[in-house]
C-alpha cells in the first residue's frame, strides 16, 4: 500500500523560499499513470491545490500560485519536491503531498506538515 | 480559492439524515468532470470518502453516498454517527486557464 510523507523545515522567514520533499514508499513513483500532487490549508481554512508532476518531468501549477512554484521529481529516491518562493505570512499552511489519479480524485494523502512563515 | 461552494455548516442528531451540497459551474461540475469527497477529522489529513462523484472506496460504509446533476453534487450522510463530526470537502477538475484541481469550500457536519 502506498503511502506519503512530507518533510523540510517548518518554519521559514518572509521572502524566503519554502522547501519540502515528498518522500514515497510502498511503490514505485514511476509506476502507474498517476500525478503527485501539492495541497495546503491554512489553519482553520480549506485545500488549495498548488500543482502537480507527471513522473515524465510534466508539471501544472495553479494559476494563482504558478508564478512562485516548482515541482520537481526525483525518481531514483522515490521522492517529489516543492519549492515556493517569495513566500509571506499568507503562505502559513500545513502542506500535504498526495498522488493524483488523473485529473480525478486524490489518494492517498500524507500526513501534512505545518510550515510557518515569519521572522 | 475556493470555486466549489458548501454550506459551511450541517448539523443532525444520531441516526438522523444530512446532506451536504456542492455547487460548481460550467467550466468544472457542469463541463461532465467528477466530483469527489473527502472526510477530515479533527487534526488528520483528508482521506477519499466517495470517487467518481458515487463510488465508495473499500472500507468506506455504505451510508456515506453521492450524486451529481448538472452543475452540482450532494453528499448525503444516513444513520449519522457521533464518529462522523468531522470536515467534509467535495473537488473537481476546472478546464478554465491552464485547467486546475479545485476544492469546495468546506462543511462541518455537527452531530448534535
Known amino acids: 500500500q502506498v503511502q506519503l510523507q512530507e518533510s523540510g523545515p517548518g518554519l521559514v522567514k518572509p521572502s524566503q523560499t519554502l522547501s519540502l520533499t515528498c518522500t514515497v514508499s510502498?511503490?514505485?513513483?514511476?509506476?502507474?499513470?498517476?500525478?503527485w500532487s501539492w495541497i495546503r490549508q491554512p489553519a482553520g481554512k480549506g485545500l488549495e491545490w498548488i500543482g502537480r508532476i507527471y513522473t515524465s518531468g510534466s508539471t501544472n501549477y495553479n494559476p494563482s500560485l504558478k508564478s512562485r512554484v516548482t515541482i520537481s521529481v526525483d525518481t531514483s529516491k522515490n521522492q517529489f519536491s516543492l519549492k515556493l518562493s517569495s513566500v509571506t505570512a499568507a503562505d502559513t499552511a500545513v502542506y500535504y503531498c498526495a498522488r493524483a489519479v488523473g485529473i480525478r480524485w486524490f489518494d492517498p494523502w500524507g500526513q501534512g506538515t505545518l510550515v510557518t512563515v515569519s521572522s | 480559492q475556493s470555486v466549489l461552494t458548501q454550506p459551511p455548516s450541517v448539523s443532525g442528531a444520531p441516526g438522523q439524515r444530512v446532506t451536504i451540497s456542492c455547487t460548481g459551474s460550467s467550466s468544472n461540475i457542469g463541463a461532465g468532470y467528477d466530483v469527489h469527497w473527502y472526510q477530515q477529522l479533527p487534526g488528520t489529513a483528508p482521506k477519499l470518502l466517495i470517487y467518481?462523484?458515487?463510488n465508495r472506496p473499500s472500507g468506506v460504509p455504505d451510508r456515506f453516498s453521492g450524486s451529481k446533476s448538472g452543475t452540482s453534487a450532494s453528499l448525503a450522510i444516513t444513520g449519522l454517527q457521533a464518529e462522523d463530526e468531522a470536515d467534509y470537502y467535495c473537488q473537481s477538475y476546472d478546464s478554465s486557464l491552464s485547467g486546475y484541481y479545485v476544492f469546495g469550500t468546506g462543511t462541518k457536519v455537527t452531530v448534535l
Open positions: 467518481g462523484n458515487s
Open positions: 510502498g511503490g514505485s513513483i514511476s509506476s502507474g499513470s498517476y500525478y
